[in-house]
T-cell receptor, first 114, second 112 residues
Framework: NAGVTQTPKFQVLKTGQSMTLQCAQDMNHNSMYWYRQDPGMGLRLIYYSASEGTTDKGEVPNGYNVSRLNKREFSLRLESAAPSQTSVYFC?????????????FGEGSWLTVV | QKEVEQNSGPLSVPEGAIASLNCTYSDRGSQSFFWYRQYSGKSPELIMFIYSNGDKEDGRFTAQLNKASQYVSLLIRDSQPSDSATYLCAVIGLYNFNKFYFGSGTKLNVKP
C-alpha cells in the first residue's frame, strides 16, 4: 500500500524556470493538499482540493498553480520559480468527513531554487 | 495571530522522564485536534487525535484537551531516545473541516 506518492524527491531549479510536482494517492481519499515547510514556519497550506474538479487557495498560494486531474492525482506547478520558493513540499490526502478526519502525508519533495 | 501556537523548543528531557508538549489554538469553535511526530528529513506521521475534553491515552502517549482554555497537550511517559523528533500540533477549522492548521512544532530531545 503506497499511500501518498510524490515526485520528484529532490529538484534544483534556476530562477525563472518552471516545474510541476506530481502527487498521487491510492487510499480513495476525497481531499488532497499541498503544504510547504520552512524552518521555524511549520507547515503552511498552499492549495487544497476537496474533490475532483475543485481547488481552493490556502495560506500561501501566490506563485503556485494546482490541478486536480482526477480523484487520485493532484499536481502543483511553479510557473516561474523564485528563491523564496526554496522549501520542502508535502502532498497530503484525507477522507472528507465531518469527524474523524485525518491527514496523511507523502514523503516530501526538496526543492532548491538558485 | 496564528491559528496554532507551539513553543519551538528544544525541550530536553532525560530518558525515562515524562515529556510535556503544549499547543494553543485561536479558533474557539475548533473541533478536532491532532498530534504528529516528524523525524528530521521525514514526513509527519500521526500519533493520535482527540475530539473531546479530557484525556485520551494510547500506550505511552496521552493527549489532553481543554476547550475552555483552548489548549491541547501531549504527554510522553517513559521517554526514549527514539522519541527525539519535532512534534506538530494540528487543528481542524470550525467552518471548514477540510482545512488543517499546523503549529510550527516543538523539537524534543531525549537524552540517554
Amino acid at each position: 500500500n503506497a499511500g501518498v506518492t510524490q515526485t520528484p524527491k529532490f529538484q534544483v531549479l534556476k530562477t525563472g524556470q518552471s516545474m510541476t510536482l506530481q502527487c498521487a494517492q491510492d487510499m480513495n481519499h476525497n481531499s488532497m493538499y499541498w503544504y510547504r515547510q520552512d524552518p521555524g514556519m511549520g507547515l503552511r497550506l498552499i492549495y487544497y482540493s476537496a474533490s475532483e474538479g475543485t481547488t481552493d487557495k490556502g495560506e500561501v498560494p501566490n506563485g503556485y498553480n494546482v490541478s486536480r486531474l482526477n480523484k487520485r492525482e493532484f499536481s502543483l506547478r511553479l510557473e516561474s520559480a523564485a528563491p523564496s520558493q526554496t522549501s520542502v513540499y508535502f502532498c497530503a490526502s484525507s477522507p472528507l468527513r465531518s469527524s474523524g478526519n485525518t491527514i496523511y502525508f507523502g514523503e516530501g519533495s526538496w526543492l532548491t531554487v538558485v | 495571530q496564528k491559528e496554532v501556537e507551539q513553543n519551538s523548543g528544544p525541550l530536553s528531557v532525560p530518558e525515562g522522564a515524562i515529556a510535556s508538549l503544549n499547543c494553543t489554538y485561536s479558533d474557539r469553535g475548533s473541533q478536532s485536534f491532532f498530534w504528529y511526530r516528524q523525524y528530521s528529513g521525514k514526513s509527519p506521521e500521526l500519533i493520535m487525535f482527540i475530539y473531546s475534553n479530557g484525556d485520551k491515552e494510547d500506550g505511552r502517549f496521552t493527549a489532553q484537551l481543554n476547550k475552555a482554555s483552548q489548549y491541547v497537550s501531549l504527554l510522553i511517559r517513559d521517554s526514549q531516545p527514539s522519541d527525539s523528533a519535532t512534534y506538530l500540533c494540528a487543528v481542524i477549522g470550525l467552518y471548514n473541516f477540510n482545512k488543517f492548521y499546523f503549529g510550527s512544532g516543538t523539537k524534543l530531545n531525549v537524552k540517554p
